[in-house]
Antibody
């Protein structure tokens, strides 16, 4: 079964750090690009970051650029999101999502169940 | 920054057709995908490359692109189709999601 499972969410104070993980199974992880997408409470979807399959191309949303770092470990079948200098507005459910080639229009076809990040004092 | 605009909400009677639009500059040069999200669940891809359906998506879901407007059409809408729907496209180095449309089946 193709599956993505996120972990690492929790409660953190403003200015703090958190590292999210996404474990992939059931498919050849190294063959796919990956994304992090978040959803604040009661709000819509917001794309956060993208990495190509070998991490040659990495893109960030302006809202997280310089604070978040996406990384992909093809040997461990895992995707990560290092989040630093967290703000209240980063509070959201964070999803990892499988992708193909950036700009191909093939969409994010597999999503995890999400992990919740709450930034509050 | 690149923006995609959708109507906030749409009501449709069971068996009728629901059409959700997504407008954005240069969308015609990029193409669009569509996602369905039910309450408490993760998004599901329902249309990619403007009009293609992933395996397992019912054929009542269809997509089209005309000029800078993409449209998701649900024909013969069922109660199970009640959900939020998001379009998605891309810029030179960033993905963008539409504002989302809540579809209510009355």
């Amino acid at each position: 079964e193709v599956q993505l499972v996120e972990s690492g969410g929790g409660l953190v104070k403003p200015g703090g750090s958190l590292r999210l993980s996404c474990a992939a199974s059931g498919f050849t992880f190294r063959s796919y690009s990956m994304n992090w997408v978040r959803q604040a409470p009661g709000k819509g979807l917001e794309w956060v970051a993208y990495t190509s399959r070998s991490s040659n191309y990495i893109y960030y949303a302006d809202s997280v650029k310089g604070r978040f770092t996406i990384s992909k470990d093809n040997d461990r079948n895992s995707l990560y999101l290092q989040m630093n200098s967290l703000r209240a507005e980063d509070t959201a459910i964070y999803y990892c999502a499988r992708d193909w080639v950036y700009g191909s229009g093939q969409g994010m076809d597999v999503w995890g169940q999400g992990t919740t990040v709450t930034v509050s004092s | 920054s690149y923006e995609l605009t959708q109507p906030p909400s749409l009501s449709v009677s069971p068996g009728q057709t629901a059409s959700i639009t997504c407008s954005g500059d240069q969308l015609g040069n990029k193409g669009a995908c569509w996602y369905q999200q039910k309450p408490g669940q993760s998004p599901v891809l329902v249309i990619y490359q403007d009009s293609k359906r992933p395996s397992g998506i019912p054929d009542r879901f269809s997509g089209s692109l005309s000029g800078n407007t993409a449209t998701l059409t649900i024909s013969g809408t069922q109660a199970v189709d009640e959900a939020d729907y998001y379009c998605q496209a891309w810029g030179s180095s960033a993905y963008v999601f539409g504002t989302g449309t809540k579809v209510t089946v009355l």
